[in-house]
């Protein structure tokens, strides 16, 4: 049977690692090449990178980051930022990744989705959705977390799959960076929705905290980036303790 | 150093395989090259996308009796993921293809396999981190790897009645074979260029055959 994943996510500024609590103050950490390396030894499942540059320029570093990385590590990466077209697909695919996340460009052009997954398969795209909660329901948002669509997260998971996202990626911004777990009521809400794998992002703070995310249906994988990066949990002491708990791990 | 030629022939992203065996000490070219085919110490079939547009692509290159001469010549040949699958008779994916035949077995739909089974609510693809169960722990792919190690799967298609040349297989609702092999003929349906140290110490062997 499948494994349950543990990925580390890294946030690439300017060619390095950030973090940030909230979306909101990031700060600097560690070369992203030594880093995934550091990963790739010790467990991690996958990685996401997200390219939270802007400018053209600072693409371009990204790109070559990215080639470093997909030269070091020998496991599936992920890839993710400023994601709005095939071109887009195809640069990144061809820096190394495996599949690539659409969020808020996805938001812009939802047949981007059905382009991408008609070009590459499903296996490639991967629909990554940060959701709030606002008034009783749960709202998409774009651009980072900052701008609310008014989407419905619920209606938005379902259409993604049809329109043929691999996976799906829900981080909850309400839960984000504040370390208490996962928000597994809004997980268990879109996982009744879909039947592609979940990765679920934004709360993760201990070990336990993934012991009761893999108890939810439908949920496939963990993401967190500051715990790990910060080397709060150790992904190899994690997996250990996941499987002392009767969650199907790869350990190495 | 030893060369290993990667078949181009216009498929899949080459760029982990390629980072793989060079990590490995090895000599990669990536190369539709019949002259470079026949000069390389054996052979990486890869492959990604649908069956019958693959095969189509392979016969295009006209390299198919290049590879053949090769393989009966006995060049280590291994097929990668949809490469493997290609290595059999045909395939039912979006139709009926016919593959190169040089395995006895077809591939067929894991969707199908699983339907109506307890089994039925597993997802397709079949993406992720499965187990190995040895079949034959003597094929030289699987040595030093202990039996029960994780490696990386991403397919939707799987192997059937592929006889005495299964190695290796990871349990998804039905047996999916894994490790194949027949002489100097190799498969492996997961990617060993994305399965960690595992992958890696396969794709080592495969390059000291």
Redesign the interface.
Known sequence: ???K?IIPCLDVRDGKVVKGVNFQGVRDIEDPVEMAAFY?EC?A?ELVFYDITASFEQRRLFADVL?RV???I???LCVGGGVSSVEDFDRI????A?KVSVNSGAIRDPDLISRAARKY???CVVLSMDVKRVDGTYHVFAKGGREDTGLDALEWCRRGQDLGA?EIVLNSIDTDGVKTGFDLEMLRDVAERV???IIASGGAGTMEDFAKLFQLKGV?AGLAASIFHFREVDIRELKRYLAGQSVNV?Q? | MSVTAIVDYGVG?L??LT??V??LGGEPAVTGDSDLLASADRILLPG??AFGDAADKLRGTGLIPVLEEQVRAGKPLMGICLGMQLLFESSSEYGDHAGLGWLNGRVESLTEALRGTPDADL?V???????LTFEDPSCPLLAGIPEGS?V?F?HSFYAVDCGDSLRAWA??GVRVPAVVSRENIFGCQFHP?????V??KILESFLRL
């Not at chain 1, 695919?93 to 190394?96: D, H, I, K």
């Not at chain 2, 693809?125 to 187990?131: A, I, K, R, T, Y």
């Not at chain 2, 260029?193 to 140290?197: A, P, R």
Request: no cysteine; net charge positive; hydrophobic share 30%.
């Open positions: 049977m499948l494994t994943r790739n467990g499942d080639r997909a030269e070091r020998f496991i599936p695919l061809n820096a190394g495996d398969g499903d296996q691999g039947t592609i794998p496939d790869r190495v | 992203n760029f982990s980072s793989s060079r990590a990604v996308g997802k693809p079949h993406m992720g981190w499965n187990s994780f990386y991403v349990p998804y260029e994305k399965s960690g140290s992958g890696l």
